[in-house]
């Protein structure tokens, strides 16, 4: 029985971790051969065509499709294809994107036969062994949606795996060339906090796992012997016990010849002198920092937590140990408005970031905010991305402004200039965002993100009486390219 799993990447760069859990499951634990497990990738931009044929080509009877955001809307266009072609085919998905929606997916998508709806990789390799029998019964496997003839069954939640050591090592896994992959690393599962727009915690009960700290620094290890470039520790926060990130970043220290750089998303009020030390010497080269909002309201309705001082002081840290982060806000949480989304970016803009981002609010499927929708007077688009559209403090307007706001920030938010323009007395980061805006508007680009930063730093500066002789110089330095 040949199996093939398959994923649609947003980074082609990136290790497809979840596929390689499943393969290593199946083989370190029943058995399977590694030859007839096959791991196929594709880039955003892949033809449904060669999407189609590489799968065929691997032989499979079973197709597994590892489904987000991203790429949902592709696969599920695959699905009908290589049905067609091998009517006996058996095509599973799994995934954030299909799991809390499962019979939604089935219903819609009738060339798909079974969709695994939590952690994937006992109940998948269950599947497996229950079709390889000749009976072939899959009414037994807890934590899937399936399709029996012309109806729809659950099967229950499967049991809640309390130890993720129990999880095969996807790392000893043969699936191709590392050399030029960002390798994917898991340290722990899940999030101890409740922010209503995350589903890192997928519903479980058990809301933080960690791997043995010795499988952890065995996995790394085996990654640094082979000379990759970079290492991306994939926890929901990299330093949610801070003694333990510290103890991860001690070993990097002592083991990384490379150096190989390393990549995490971190809390910032968690992070102390001595962890922003160990993080720089251990070449952490990037590092996400999510403080989504500063306004009360907003961040009471989605229940994140927010303590102001403690979060500065660790951005302070790893400012002074020179660690290049991205600080990164949300635009459209429910609670907040125009007038405190400003005031959420000009505190970021403040802590003078390396780099600053806005994403849009995006209402994923199985989310406490998906649950709380109709409360809130949430409105958002029903097909991926999600993207909100208003709720009770923000009408469609001021989201399409807001995302305007988002376009503007992927232009000029990391600009040296713009940060020093925000500087002058009286003028306020957002001033100057919602006069790119305008400004935009009124020259009629033909898209927020391509005018000239240059040109806009002139029109500004004259706007508001700012002599313009540095400001144009320090932006042709910085935009020369």
Same mark, same amino acid.
């Given at each position: 029985?040949?199996?093939? &799993?398959?994923?649609?990447?947003?980074?082609?760069?990136?290790?497809p971790l979840? &596929?390689?859990?499943?393969?290593?499951?199946?083989?370190?634990?029943?058995?399977?051969?590694?030859e007839?497990?096959?791991?196929r990738?594709?880039?955003p931009?892949a033809?449904?065509?060669?999407?189609?044929?590489?799968?065929?080509?691997?032989?499979?009877?079973?197709?597994?499709?590892?489904?987000?955001?991203w790429?949902?809307?592709?696969?599920?266009?695959?699905?009908?294809?290589?049905k067609?072609?091998?009517?006996?085919?058996?095509?599973?998905?799994?995934?954030?994107?299909?799991? !809390?929606v499962a019979m939604d997916?089935?219903?819609? $998508?009738p060339?798909?036969d079974?969709v695994v709806?939590?952690?994937?990789?006992?109940p998948?390799?269950?599947?497996?062994?229950?079709w390889?029998?000749?009976?072939?019964?899959?009414?037994g496997?807890k934590?899937?949606?399936?399709?029996n003839?012309?109806?729809?069954?659950?099967?229950?939640?499967?049991?809640?795996l309390?130890?993720?050591? $129990?999880?095969s090592?996807?790392? &000893?896994v043969?699936?191709?060339?590392?050399?030029?992959?960002?390798?994917?690393?898991?340290? +722990?599962?899940?999030c101890?906090?409740?922010c209503n727009?995350?589903?890192?915690n997928?519903?479980?009960?058990?809301?933080?796992?960690?791997?043995?700290?010795?499988?952890?620094?065995?996995?790394?290890a085996?990654?640094?012997? +082979?000379?990759?470039?970079s290492i991306y520790?994939?926890?929901p926060?990299?330093?949610?016990?801070?003694?333990?990130?510290?103890?991860i970043c001690?070993?990097i220290?002592?083991?990384? !010849?490379?150096? *190989?750089?390393?990549h995490?998303?971190?809390?910032?009020?968690?992070?102390?002198e001595?962890l922003a030390?160990?993080?720089r010497?251990a070449?952490?080269?990037?590092?996400?920092?999510?403080?989504?909002?500063?306004?009360?309201?907003?961040?009471?309705?989605?229940?994140r937590?927010?303590? *102001? +001082?403690?979060f500065?002081?660790?951005?302070? #840290?790893?400012?002074?140990?020179a660690i290049?982060?991205?600080? #990164?806000?949300i635009?459209?949480?429910?609670g907040?408005?125009?007038?405190?989304?400003r005031?959420?970016?000009?505190?970021?803009?403040?802590?003078?970031?390396?780099?600053l981002?806005v994403f849009?609010?995006? *209402?994923?499927?199985?989310?406490?905010? =998906?649950?709380?929708?109709?409360d809130l007077?949430?409105?958002?688009d029903?097909?991926?991305?999600? +993207? *909100?559209?208003? $709720?009770?403090?923000?009408?469609?307007?001021?989201v399409?402004?807001?995302g305007?706001?988002?376009?503007g920030?992927k232009?000029?938010?990391?600009?040296?200039?713009?940060r020093?323009?925000?500087?002058?007395r009286g003028?306020?980061?957002?001033?100057i965002?919602d006069e790119?805006i305008? =400004?935009?508007?009124? #020259?009629? =680009?033909?898209?927020?993100v391509d005018?000239?930063?240059k040109?806009?730093?002139?029109h500004?500066?004259?706007?508001?009486?700012?002599?313009?002789?540095?400001?144009?110089g320090f932006?042709?330095?910085?935009?020369?390219?």
């Amino acid at each position: 029985m040949n199996i093939c &799993l398959a994923t649609l990447h947003h980074n082609p760069d990136f290790t497809p971790l979840s &596929l390689l859990y499943l393969k290593a499951y199946l083989v370190e634990r029943h058995g399977y051969r590694s030859e007839d497990i096959a791991i196929r990738e594709f880039p955003p931009d892949a033809e449904p065509d060669e999407i189609e044929r590489t799968i065929l080509d691997t032989d499979p009877s079973i197709v597994g499709l590892s489904c987000y955001v991203w790429n949902i809307t592709t696969l599920m266009a695959i699905a009908p294809r290589l049905k067609a072609a091998r009517r006996d085919l058996k095509i599973v998905l799994g995934g954030p994107e299909v799991g !809390p929606v499962a019979m939604d997916v089935l219903r819609r $998508h009738p060339a798909v036969d079974v969709v695994v709806k939590s952690e994937g990789e006992i109940p998948f390799s269950e599947l497996v062994g229950q079709w390889s029998r000749p009976a072939g019964a899959i009414d037994g496997v807890k934590g899937i949606s399936f399709r029996n003839g012309d109806c729809l069954v659950e099967t229950g939640e499967a049991p809640e795996l309390r130890d993720v050591n $129990h999880l095969s090592s996807p790392h &000893l896994v043969d699936f191709g060339d590392p050399s030029r992959r960002i390798i994917c690393v898991e340290t +722990q599962r899940g999030c101890v906090f409740r922010c209503n727009f995350c589903f890192y915690n997928k519903d479980l009960s058990i809301r933080n796992r960690r791997f043995d700290l010795d499988r952890v620094t065995g996995e790394i290890a085996f990654w640094l012997r +082979q000379g990759v470039e970079s290492i991306y520790l994939m926890d929901p926060i990299f330093n949610l016990n801070a003694e333990r990130a510290k103890a991860i970043c001690r070993f990097i220290v002592d083991h990384n !010849p490379g150096p *190989v750089a390393f990549h995490a998303e971190v809390w910032a009020e968690f992070i102390d002198e001595e962890l922003a030390r160990l993080m720089r010497d251990a070449n952490f080269q990037f590092v996400e920092v999510g403080l989504q909002s500063t306004d009360d309201t907003a961040l009471a309705t989605v229940e994140r937590r927010l303590k *102001v +001082q403690r979060f500065v002081q660790g951005v302070e #840290q790893l400012k002074r140990f020179a660690i290049p982060f991205e600080l #990164q806000l949300i635009f459209g949480l429910p609670g907040e408005t125009l007038a405190t989304f400003r005031k959420s970016l000009n505190f970021a803009a403040s802590l003078d970031p390396p780099a600053l981002a806005v994403f849009p609010l995006m *209402v994923l499927p199985g989310t406490e905010l =998906w649950r709380k929708a109709r409360d809130l007077n949430l409105e958002y688009d029903p097909e991926p991305p999600y +993207q *909100v559209r208003s $709720h009770f403090s923000m009408s469609a307007d001021d989201v399409a402004y807001g995302g305007k706001i988002v376009a503007g920030l992927k232009r000029m938010g990391d600009s040296r200039t713009i940060r020093l323009l925000a500087r002058e007395r009286g003028i306020r980061f957002s001033d100057i965002v919602d006069e790119w805006i305008a =400004w935009c508007n009124e #020259q009629r =680009w033909p898209a927020i993100v391509d005018p000239d930063v240059k040109l806009f730093v002139a029109h500004f500066c004259e706007k508001k009486g700012i002599p313009t002789e540095f400001y144009r110089g320090f932006a042709s330095w910085e935009f020369s390219g």
